[in-house]
């Protein structure tokens, strides 16, 4: 309340909470700005992504499964996300996540990308963006120049993209010039070094040659730019509050996200304004673009949002056959030696499951499921057991002629072996 009456910040970014939560906060900031605030969200997957209660769709790796004449539902799963931004009062969402994932060791992109085949990225981000943006709702491609070719976390570090130009062109660069050539409303820059774009090595979203030369003039894009979150380490490692918002501005950003310190930020920001480091014409640049964007949003006067049913009216019927829709279709057969799937004369075959990870005390629905196909034992292994336990599983375990393994809550990465314990891994080998 503070920033907004005080400061006049122009918008928020919601990251926790409930719908019912949210609502009620929302209506109180919005109550308190003098100009309707600018809402967004990462919402990759979703509202879900960052509020309980609502529905999440599956992560854009897995979607990167589904068959290509299945794609118009992604385009669908753009349209009800849009629809869960409206209803809880949100106007920007920052997604889709628009980087190439061609390094397992990325320890931060991973699974929110769609893949590794840039044509296939571009495609699938279009799709989504237009099923937002005809919804009314920002899309913002992210993070440009592309992060997928990274070791290290820019919430962090600053990670070095180590590509010469002719690598960047060919890989990371082709879906963002898809999403500017589709029409996409807003990009996100990242925090990262990029000695091939800018020989100064600094974050990227300080650097003029990055956000003005190119992905302003070389590549022609129009709409809002938004930096990453301004208190990553990535950036306030390098440089400090303050000259960290006014570099970002002189660079040619139009939003300045989270800001660890507003009060210092704005200071030191009109304090290069009054000196003219940072001219007027700049400032007025990005207002206009930020105030096209609002009242492309219809925040002409302040929403108010209903409370009503709004948990129902976030997780409907037709969401959640989509979202099934989507699962069932981006589910992959990897490898199946010795043609062990689909599995033959179940009558025949003493078969049990084994879980790792989760809670013990559950029977989770994957259990449940192969259950109903026929009589099956079940068994749980923690996600970092012990030798005995791991010494009395496999003694369980022994009689039975096929058992069937699920990795429940565990890691996400390939970086760390998925939360595999190694322990664990050979007994799954044997």
Known sequence: ?????????????????????????????????????????????????????????????????????????????GREVARQFTRLGMQVNFAPVVDVNNNPANPVIGFRAWGENPAAVA?????????????????VAKHFPGHG????????????????????????????????????????????????????????TLSKPIVTGMLREQ?????????????????????????????????????LEFSKN???????????????????????????????????????KKPVISEKDI?????????RYLAHRLTARSITLLRNQGNLLPVQRLDTLRMATLV?????????DFQKAVASYAPMAHFHLPAAPTLDELVDIRAKLFGYDVVLVALQSLGRLPATNFGIAPEANLLLRE
């Open 311 to 319: 948990i129902a009216d976030l997780n409907p019927a037709h969401a």
């Open 262 to 300: 507003v009060p210092l930020a704005l200071a030191t920001v009109l304090a290069a304004v009054d000196s003219g480091r940072i001219s007027q014409a700049r400032i007025d640049e990005s207002c206009r673009r930020v105030l096209a964007l609002k009242q492309w949003s219809g925040l002409r």
């Open 149 to 204: 070719d990274v070791d290290a976390d820019s919430h962090l570090a600053l990670p070095v993209v180590r590509a010469d130009r002719e690598r960047l062109e060919d890989l990371e660069l082709p879906p963002f010039k898809s999403m500017i050539a589709n029409g996409i409303g807003g990009m996100m820059v990242a925090h990262l070094s990029v000695p091939a774009l800018d020989t100064v090595r600094g974050p990227s």
């Open 1 to 77: 309340s503070t920033l907004i009456k005080d400061y006049g910040i122009g918008g928020l970014i919601f990251f926790q909470g409930g719908p019912v939560r949210q609502t009620r906060l929302l209506n109180r900031f919005q109550s308190q700005s003098r100009v309707p605030l600018l809402v967004a969200m990462d919402g990759e997957w979703g509202a879900g992504m960052r509020l309980d209660s609502v529905l999440k769709f599956p992560y854009q790796m897995s979607l990167g499964a589904v068959p290509v004449a299945d794609s118009l539902l992604i385009y669908d799963m």
């Open 123 to 139: 495609r699938l981000s279009r799709l989504y963006m237009k099923g937002m943006q005809d919804a009314g709702v920002l899309a």
């Open 219 to 255: 590549l022609g894009f129009k709409g809002v730019v938004f930096t990453d979150a301004m208190n990553m380490k990535g950036l306030i490692s390098q440089v400090p509050t303050g000259e960290a918002e006014v570099r970002a501005l002189l660079a040619g950003n139009d939003v």
């Open 356 to 364: 790792l990870g989760g809670n013990p005390a559950d029977t989770t």
